[in-house]
């Protein structure tokens, strides 16, 4: 199992903290709670370039979806319109097989911003931006890693989706597309003396459990 660093953990942790204080200034239609759910990525191909100087193509690996999954916090102020503010730690996998198992796994905060609005009772739509914070990107040889990886701390994304509320419970699914070009280099001469390249922006569809601590979702 991954676990971040201490580091990684320390500014996680500050962000959570500078996001509770903040929120709970703010009293009129106001609630906030937490959050988690799964996600499955489906995005990119693995390109395995040919950098010994031979008579073969460079190799285009197709990705397969691995479920994933997401926890955090989040701020909603309004109601029948409203804004959400959320902080989310995310890991999601990208899976290639020709025929051996190449894996990369991707561990973020992510900080949406959703405006939304209530449509029909309990019935909401949502969109917004996504900014993200990759804290660890790590590539596998069926269970060994031994690569060095290159890539964009800071990325952007956006995401829309529907959800449904009861109380102080709400159930949301979401398309989540990372925007900002985000190649992962992956400089490994002890696999075949490949290198290898992907892009790992997310490409996700998630679904998500809210449940409000505070006020009413």
């Given at each position: 199992m991954?676990?971040?660093?201490i580091?990684?953990?320390?500014?996680?942790?500050?962000?959570?903290?500078?996001f509770?204080?903040?929120?709970?200034?703010?009293?009129?239609?106001?609630?906030?709670?937490?959050?988690?759910?799964?996600?499955?990525?489906?995005?990119?191909?693995l390109?395995?370039?040919?950098?010994?100087?031979?008579?073969t193509?460079?190799?285009?690996?197709?990705?397969?979806?691995?479920?994933?999954?997401?926890?955090?916090?989040?701020?909603?102020f309004?109601?029948?319109?409203?804004?959400?503010?959320?902080v989310?730690?995310t890991?999601?996998?990208?899976?290639?097989?020709?025929?051996?198992?190449?894996?990369?796994?991707?561990?973020k905060i992510?900080?949406?911003?959703?405006?939304?609005?209530?449509?029909?009772?309990?019935?909401?739509?949502?969109?917004?931006?996504?900014?993200?914070?990759?804290?660890?990107?790590?590539?596998?040889?069926?269970?060994?890693?031994?690569?060095?990886?290159?890539?964009?701390?800071?990325?952007?994304?956006?995401?829309?989706?529907?959800?449904?509320?009861?109380?102080?419970?709400?159930?949301?699914?979401?398309?989540?597309?990372?925007?900002?070009e985000?190649?992962i280099?992956?400089?490994?001469?002890e696999?075949?003396?490949?290198?290898?390249?992907?892009?790992?922006?997310?490409?996700?569809?998630?679904?998500?459990?809210?449940?409000?601590?505070?006020?009413?979702?």
């Amino acid at each position: 199992m991954y676990f971040p660093k201490i580091k990684q953990m320390k500014i996680f942790i500050s962000i959570l903290v500078l996001f509770i204080t903040i929120a709970t200034t703010v009293a009129q239609d106001f609630s906030m709670g937490i959050k988690g759910g799964t996600n499955y990525n489906f995005s990119g191909d693995l390109k395995e370039l040919n950098v010994l100087a031979i008579d073969t193509d460079d190799v285009l690996h197709k990705a397969k979806s691995v479920q994933g999954y997401h926890g955090g916090l989040w701020a909603k102020f309004g109601d029948d319109l409203f804004v959400k503010a959320e902080v989310v730690y995310t890991h999601f996998e990208n899976e290639f097989s020709d025929p051996v198992i190449y894996t990369i796994t991707t561990n973020k905060i992510d900080i949406p911003v959703v405006l939304g609005v209530k449509v029909l009772g309990p019935l909401y739509v949502f969109a917004g931006p996504d900014f993200q914070y990759i804290l660890n990107e790590d590539f596998y040889e069926t269970d060994i890693s031994k690569s060095k990886e290159t890539y964009k701390e800071f990325t952007t994304g956006l995401h829309l989706g529907i959800g449904v509320a009861f109380g102080r419970f709400a159930l949301d699914f979401r398309w989540d597309k990372g925007l900002s070009e985000n190649s992962i280099d992956i400089a490994n001469s002890e696999i075949e003396n490949y290198n290898f390249t992907n892009d790992n922006r997310p490409n996700q569809l998630v679904l998500s459990l809210n449940i409000a601590l505070s006020g009413s979702d």
